[in-house]
């Protein structure tokens, strides 16, 4: 298993612009989530889902849109990119909710907006 | 709400030394508590958990607590290794909520 990957490594955006963050399990894990990683920060939800179909706001959902149309891919759209969205972006899944699931983590996106 | 709050790092060990990163929580009811190590360049990964008061998290000579009288999670290890050089995050997941909630992270250093 390639576990949860995630596209591209790296990205420069100008303000404004928009772009997908791609995100990938090959787990067949219900619940995926996305993150962001500030410098000398903890993680902050953006959105989840807990299946195809189904999404939710995290903590910091404002500038940010996903969709989960199979169970395997859970893109993350920026619209309109401005600098304080720049930031390390991580994804995650675990099979099903609940507090003794393990979540595993793709190796993060690191998006820069000038 | 829920919150952790982890030792402020960074935290520069030398090999074999003792290492404690220290871990404090604010939440309603019986969290799971979770310590996830983030290797450089790297996502996160799991490097142990613990789901009730008492129980004992173990894993590559790492272990931490669950104290709920003192509401802690202190992560300790005996031995440092350079390898075990990376940013160590103190995490809980509250029932109900569906999320995680990280500390800040520490990020230690472990020279020869």
Redesign the interface.
């Known amino acids: 298993n390639a576990g ?1 990957t995630q596209t591209p490594k790296f990205r420069i955006l100008k303000i404004g612009q928009s772009m997908t963050l791609q995100c990938t399990q090959d787990m067949n894990h219900n ?1 995926m ?1 996305w993150y962001r990683q500030d410098p ?6 953006i959105y ?1 889902s ?1 299946g195809a179909g189904i999404t ?1 706001k ?2 910091v959902p404002n500038g940010y849109n996903v969709s989960r149309s199979t169970t395997e891919d859970f893109p993350l759209r920026l619209e309109l990119a401005a600098p304080s969205q720049t930031s390390v972006y ?1 994804c ?1 899944s675990t099979p099903y ?4 699931e ?7 996106t690191r998006l820069l907006v000038l | 709400g829920n919150s952790v709050t982890q030792m402020e790092g960074p935290v520069t060990l030398s090999e074999e030394a003792f290492l404690t990163i220290n871990c404090t929580y604010t939440a309603t009811g019986y969290p799971s508590l979770f310590w996830y190590v983030q290797y450089p360049g790297e996502g996160l990964q799991l490097l142990l958990k613990a789901t009730k008061a008492d129980d004992k998290g173990s894993n590559k000579g790492f272990e931490a607590t669950y104290r709920k009288e003192t509401t802690s999670f202190h992560l300790e290890k005996g031995s440092v290794q350079v390898s075990d050089s990376a940013v160590y995050f103190c995490a809980l997941f509250q029932g109900g909520s569906e999320k995680l909630v990280f500390g800040k992270g520490t990020k230690l250093t472990v020279n020869p």
């Open positions: 949860v619940y989530y000398g920060m903890g993680l902050k939800l989840y807990v939710d995290g903590e991580f995650a909710g609940g507090s003794q393990t979540q595993y983590f793709g190796p993060g």
